[in-house]
């Protein structure tokens, strides 16, 4: 498919490969899901149990699951195990995997083979280049944590993420999943922090569980399943909408005559071609032991999601970024392009990444799981006291660790969910927080609608009505859902604050607690007084109704809850003294750190509306006005031809065209002016800039663009057009 075939042959391609034409697609997966082994590309434990010495094998077991050190004398061993195993299926290249502040995955890959000094070349991959890879990676944005002269980084195995083969029509690689930390040792990464994360919340997690008596609790840990949402369209479309293609998000488009407003696309009959997919993306993520659903339609036309198992935060959070990855691969098999933008078509509703979360333990199970009588369950009402505390103390935090240039047209924009981080407990909870509060909580409203006591996969509520689908934080019967993340955004920002945030409640509730005991008061006696005093300061932050009501936002400012509308309001959580604090206290961020993440976050938005600025100059200058020019011309010959003829003519519709024409060309110079203007001092005033003047002059422009696509003839006009990009599957 080449760029330059005019849209009409774009439009005849798309009818062609879509299923909607009556003929299966040729490409169709033939296997079967249970053809596949699952994880059967995974050096996971089953593995490792097979291929390595008992002891070595112990070693590390220990260290994932007790996160004990690594013991570095088994890295020769391992290594050994790990490269015959990945040769044998046919690898030639491993590489180390790790995750910059793009949000993004990158990798650096070696050969296996080295020269072998006698003309030939052996296979080789070291205990050293197992546990440690300097790739030089220096264009990475750093937010000044090295200048370009200190180039080096590091790369550290992370041995509870287990290595992996990535197949590809060209062979398979073995990927090792690693952090990623400069020469000082500080971090460059999302893994590094919440690895650091994860083992705060550990630490204070087991103190309160000592409080309850529980001796020798097994390692705490936080588990993540995101569900992702996103959109799939013909290639061919794609390769006609330069938006599209470098931006994500379509800058122009008319609202097609029908859009999402029937909901018959929702839960609807997944197409043909879309199914076949679907199944050959399962089939990709079973092999790397990525327990995918695929699901369902979505609501929009042409949405789709996928919801995978939830695991430990790490490990989940490392599969979601394959899962990604395996979406945008697998959609070119079927000549699709899968769109994982926040919002890539105006007017219809964008894509999130729904994370659940809970905590839990080997010896307690789900900490979250209220049980049948939560009232009576202290140690849940305990941990969830927790969660409530840590969201009202860092509302702000949480959102500013999703904000970005394209999650903004979802958060703060009429859609789901407001930018005010409120938390949805349900009926049933809030009761008894209520309870708590008023001195104590007597008992549980009957649980009729309350989904409990389900340690795997979670039944889904009886009653719908249960459900709040407004809500930016929700419990969900064993677990909060976490619905502000964006769709094309990594989770472990989101999952490095969420332990954060939890850990320091958890320690302040330890401390509490202790200090309590210490001076003879009974520890029942010391949690209700806690927990109704937790319950007093910060349950303003619950909120069980319809959060896209006008008067949530005036309730909610009346409460105190911040509403940051967009990434430039919101970013500067991240410089605030407590929010400093809170990572350097747990040894999460250092200040050096969150302020180069904080820099970053800026950076990233800036080049993000600088892109999209640019296209809507040259988009509009090269695709959209040549076609209303030249359709313009026609319809005035058309005026002339007939006024020679002595017919009267109505030149109404050559004005409009005119007049909007006029507006474009105006405001396009418009825009490059206020771009030019753009380069402040810092970048934090070069991002509000571009907030507060470059985006509403593309606006201004896409809407008048959009009123020519309504009055410009169909064969005139450039580029694919909303109808022909989200109907056509
Ligand atoms: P819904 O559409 O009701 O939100 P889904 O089944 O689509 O439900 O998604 C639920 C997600 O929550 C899945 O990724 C699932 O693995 C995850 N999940 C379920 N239980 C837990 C839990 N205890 N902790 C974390 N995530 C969980
Ligand atoms: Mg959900």
Aim: hydrophobic share 40%; proline share 5%.
């Amino acid at each position: 498919m080449t760029a330059s075939i005019a849209r009409p042959e774009a439009v005849a391609n798309g009818y062609a490969s879509s299923a909607s034409n009556g003929h299966a697609p040729s490409n169709h997966t033939k296997g079967r899901l249970t053809d596949i082994a699952f994880g059967s590309n995974v050096f996971g434990l089953s593995a490792m149990k097979t291929h390595l010495p008992k002891e070595v094998f112990k070693s590390v077991k220990k260290t994932i699951e007790t996160g004990h050190p690594l013991d570095p004398k088994i890295a020769d061993v391992v290594a050994a195990a790990m490269k015959d195993w990945a040769l044998a299926k046919g690898a030639t290249h491993y590489a180390h995997v790790f995750y910059p502040l793009t949000g993004l995955t990158a990798e650096k890959h070696d050969s296996f083979y080295s020269p072998d000094g006698e003309g030939g070349s052996i296979a080789e991959l070291s205990g050293k280049l197992l546990t440690q890879g300097e790739p030089d990676a220096s264009s990475f944005p750093n937010g000044g944590i090295r200048g370009t002269s200190e180039a080096r980084g590091y790369t550290a195995w992370d041995v509870t993420s287990p290595a992996y083969l990535f197949d590809t029509a060209t062979g398979s690689t073995l990927c090792i999943p690693t952090a990623f930390v400069s020469w000082t040792g500080e971090a460059l990464d999302t893994k590094t922090p919440l690895l650091r994360a994860a083992q705060a919340l550990n630490t204070h997690a087991l103190r309160v569980l000592k409080l309850f008596g529980h001796t020798n609790p097994a390692m705490v840990v936080s588990y993540a399943g995101a569900e992702q949402e996103y959109f799939l369209i013909d290639r061919s479309y794609y390769y006609k909408r330069p938006d599209l293609m470098l931006a994500g998000r379509s800058l122009f488009g008319a609202m097609p005559a029908k859009g999402q407003e029937f909901e018959d696309h929702y839960f609807g009959a997944i197409p043909e071609r879309i199914n076949a997919y679907m199944i050959a993306v399962e089939q990709e993520l079973f092999k790397l032991g990525i327990p995918a659903k695929t699901r369902h339609n979505e609501v929009a036309p042409g949405q789709f999601e996928l919801a995978p198992m939830f695991e430990a935060s790490n490990v989940a959070t490392d599969h979601q970024q394959l899962v990604m990855v395996t979406l945008k691969r697998v959609a070119e098999r079927f000549g699709l392009v899968c769109l994982l933008h926040e919002k890539p078509f105006a007017g219809i509703n964008g894509s999130g990444k729904h994370v659940n979360f809970s905590i839990g333990n080997a010896t307690q199970g789900n900490l979250l799981d209220p049980g049948d009588t939560p009232h009576e369950n202290a140690q849940f009402l305990v941990f969830c006291a927790a969660v409530i505390r840590a969201t009202h103390k860092y509302g702000d935090l949480l959102r500013a660790v999703v904000a970005s240039a394209s999650n903004d047209f979802r958060l703060g924009a009429n859609e789901a969910p407001p930018a005010i981080i409120s938390i949805f407990l349900g009926e049933q909870l809030a009761d008894i927080f209520e309870q708590i509060k008023a001195g104590g909580a007597k008992s549980s409203k009957s649980k009729g609608t309350l989904e409990i006591g389900v340690d795997t996969l979670p039944k889904l509520p009886k009653d719908p009505g249960d459900r709040n689908r407004t809500s930016p934080f929700a419990f969900t019967g064993n677990r909060f859902e976490f619905r502000a993340v964006g769709s094309s955004q990594s989770i472990a920002g989101p999952m490095l604050v969420i332990n954060t945030i939890c850990a320091e409640s958890l320690d302040f509730i330890a401390t509490a607690l202790e200090t309590a005991v210490a001076g003879g008061k009974a520890v029942n006696v010391a949690i209700s007084e806690l927990l109704a005093k937790i319950t007093k300061e910060h349950d303003s932050v619950v909120f069980n109704g319809n959060g896209y009501s006008e008067e949530w936002h005036v309730e909610a400012a009346k409460r105190g809850l911040p509403n940051l509308k967009t990434t430039v309001d919101s970013l500067p959580a991240l410089q605030r003294p407590e929010v400093v604090a809170l990572f350097d206290k747990y040894k999460v961020l250092t200040p050096r750190e969150l302020h180069s993440r904080y820099e970053v976050a800026f950076e990233q938005y800036v080049k993000s509306v600088t892109v999209e600025a640019k296209l809507v100059l040259s988009m509009a200058r090269t695709m959209i006005l040549p076609g209303a020019l030249r359709y313009q011309t026609e319809v005035a010959a058309s005026c002339s031809s007939l006024k020679a003829l002595g017919i009267a003519t109505d030149t109404a519709l050559l004005e409009r065209i005119a007049g909007l024409v006029t507006t474009v060309e105006k405001k396009v110079d418009g825009l490059e002016k206020t771009m030019a203007h753009g380069a402040a001092k810092t970048i934090v005033k070069e991002a509000a800039h571009f907030c507060d003047e470059v985006l509403p002059v593309m606006l201004e422009i896409r809407s008048a663009c959009d009123s020519l696509e309504g009055l410009v003839a169909h064969d005139r006009w450039g580029l694919p057009t909303y109808e022909e990009m989200l109907f056509v599957k």
